[in-house]
């Protein structure tokens, strides 16, 4: 069996994907293995979520940093390094990250983004996507470059915009697919099936894999 990548899961609040991920990493198939779950927050619910589970976790508090965003970074990349960390992925981790940061982890960082991007990027997606009268809504796994929510794209999910629709509403039925979605396309990064032609990523084909069957977008 093929050594599983070890990977951080980054948060900042509570961590319901977080929470899929691990769900998917207890199967001892899966190919990545969740060594650490970090945050810039010590008072983020996902935190007690994952000692719950079992999993390391750490706190990195990003406000004492101030504006100085290389050192946050710094600081969280000895904790990476201390726990062999090689795959990272973010699961509502409310910071934008540096492009030496995203440069030296190109490939090896994925996201999860409550739109179909490149629609709505950014905060409220929801929100948005209602006040623009949106049929379809959804979910984006991406690869994370220096550009917010402008990475590769490796899935995603639609769900239609019902009438009568409020936030909430829309955004459960959103969180549902997200909660499907981001451990197959975590699945497919740790097994190596992702590359990239002209800046877009394919999934290369693999009988047998462990990553739950999606359709690529790509």
Do not use: K
């Not at 904790?79 to 090689?86: M, Q, T, Y």
């Not at 440069?103 to 960082?109: E, F, K, S, T, V």
């Not at 915009?161 to 909660?179: F, I, P, Q, T």
């Amino acid at each position: 069996m093929t050594a599983r990548r070890r990977t951080a899961i980054l948060i900042s609040g509570r961590g319901s994907n977080m929470a899929a991920l691990l769900a998917a990493a207890a199967d001892p198939a899966y190919p990545a293995e969740i060594v650490l779950v970090l945050s810039n927050r010590a008072d983020a619910g996902g935190l007690a979520r994952a000692a719950e589970a079992g999993i390391p976790t750490a706190v990195v508090e990003s406000r004492p940093f101030g504006r100085d965003r290389a050192a946050f970074e710094a600081a969280v990349e000895q904790e990476l390094a201390r726990h062999g960390v090689e795959l990272i992925a973010l699961a509502g981790f409310m910071r934008v990250l540096t492009e030496g940061f995203t440069q030296r982890w190109a490939g090896r960082m994925v996201n999860i983004h409550p739109s179909l991007l490149p629609a709505f990027p950014g905060l409220d997606t929801h929100a948005r996507a209602l006040a623009a009268g949106v049929r379809l809504h959804g979910c984006t796994v991406h690869l994370v470059t220096p550009g917010v929510d402008e990475g590769p794209i490796l899935a995603q999910a639609a769900v239609p915009v019902l009438e009568g629709d409020s936030e909430s509403s829309l955004a459960a039925r959103v969180l549902a697919e997200e909660h499907r979605l981001y451990p197959a396309a975590l699945a497919w990064v740790a097994e190596g099936r992702v590359r990239l032609e002209e800046g877009r990523a394919v999934i290369a084909a693999q009988p047998g894999a462990s990553a739950p069957a999606l359709r690529n977008p790509a």
